[in-house]
Structures are given as structure tokens and as C-alpha cells.
């Protein structure tokens, strides 16, 4: 127990390292907000029909098709694509998006490498490969340090809507799954 009464945990050094980054980003780097809604009925439905009869670790996710609408933006809108420097706007080379990972130290976030040029059952099947990974510590570096644009996706925990704190240099892509409501949707 400490002096004031509460119990003191230690914290892996990932979490801390989280921690400390986190904390900086949100005092230094400019935040700001944008939200829109899409009613996503007859995806979903449509991925209940696609998926219907495949073993579960060939089956399109959710979190796979968003990874390639984002890809596809990201080619038409490459000024999304990059990250502010001292010296201007840096357009990267390639389209990387991070998934956010639950991991038992913390939270991270590997990258689809290239995924502008995959289809989405190929990048539905690089997301598992991607997790299972990640949840056994064997990520490549470039999968760790390259994401250009980050999903964070916790509507499997019946969140209706949350705000990301930017991992700087990149960019992050918010959405709950399915929202309290009763229709499916997408927020950004």
C-alpha cells in the first residue's frame, strides 16, 4: 500500500512505454474529431451469405473488409496516406494499415503490408496470421514500424463509439462493429 491508501502495481515496460507515448501524443500532436455514419445492413448480410459454409479461419471478417476500403481510399486520397514533418506532408511509398491487437502486456497494432493490392479474402486471412502472431511475439519489424493508417475496432465489445489518441506518425481510423442501436453502421 502506498502513503495515500492504494495499492501500487508494476507495469511491464510495454505498457509504460505505451503510457509515456501515449500521454506525449495527446499533450503534442493536434487532435481533431470527424464523425459520419453509414448504415452497413446489406454488408453484413451479404458476408453472412459469403461466409456461409467456410471453416471459421477462411471466413471474410468484418475488420478485413474495412482494412480494404481504407486501402482503396488511401490510393485515391494519398494525402491521407502520410504523416506532417518539420519540412511539409511525407506521402508514403506503400499502403500499410495497422489492426489494433490485443496482446497480454498491452495493446498494438502490426500492419497489413501492401494491402492495396490484396483482395479481401487474402487480407481477411493476413489479419488472423497477423493476431495469432502478434499474441505470440513473433511480428516482423517492418509489420510493427510501417502501419501508414490505423483501424482500431471494438464493436465485439458492444462499444457504440470511442476516441482514439493518435499514435504519431500515423493516422487512425476509428469504428465500433455494431452500435446499441438496431441497425448495423460504421462510424468514422
Not at 11 to 35: L, W
Amino acid at each position: 500500500m502506498t502513503a495515500s491508501g492504494f495499492q501500487l502495481l508494476s507495469q511491464s515496460s510495454m505498457r509504460r512505454a505505451v503510457a509515456r507515448a501515449m500521454s506525449k501524443s495527446k499533450r503534442e500532436a493536434p487532435h481533431f474529431y470527424v464523425s459520419g455514419e453509414a448504415h452497413l445492413d446489406h454488408l453484413f448480410r451479404h458476408l453472412e451469405v459469403v461466409n456461409d459454409g467456410r471453416p471459421d479461419d477462411d471466413r471474410i471478417s468484418f475488420t478485413a473488409v474495412l482494412v480494404h476500403v481504407a486501402a482503396d481510399a488511401l490510393v485515391a486520397h494519398p494525402h491521407l496516406n502520410a504523416h506532417w514533418t518539420e519540412d511539409g506532408l511525407a506521402l508514403a511509398d506503400g499502403v500499410h494499415v495497422g489492426v489494433a491487437v490485443a496482446v497480454d502486456d498491452g495493446l498494438i497494432a502490426p500492419a497489413v503490408l501492401d494491402c492495396a493490392e490484396l483482395d479481401v479474402l487474402t487480407i481477411s486471412r493476413r489479419l488472423r496470421d497477423l493476431a495469432d502472431r502478434a499474441r505470440t511475439g513473433r511480428l516482423r519489424v517492418d509489420e510493427m514500424n510501417e502501419p501508414t493508417f490505423t483501424i482500431s475496432n471494438l464493436g465485439m465489445h458492444e462499444v457504440s463509439r470511442f476516441t482514439a489518441i493518435l499514435n504519431p506518425p500515423r493516422w487512425r481510423f476509428s469504428q465500433p462493429e455494431r452500435p446499441s442501436n438496431e441497425r448495423s453502421s460504421l462510424t468514422v
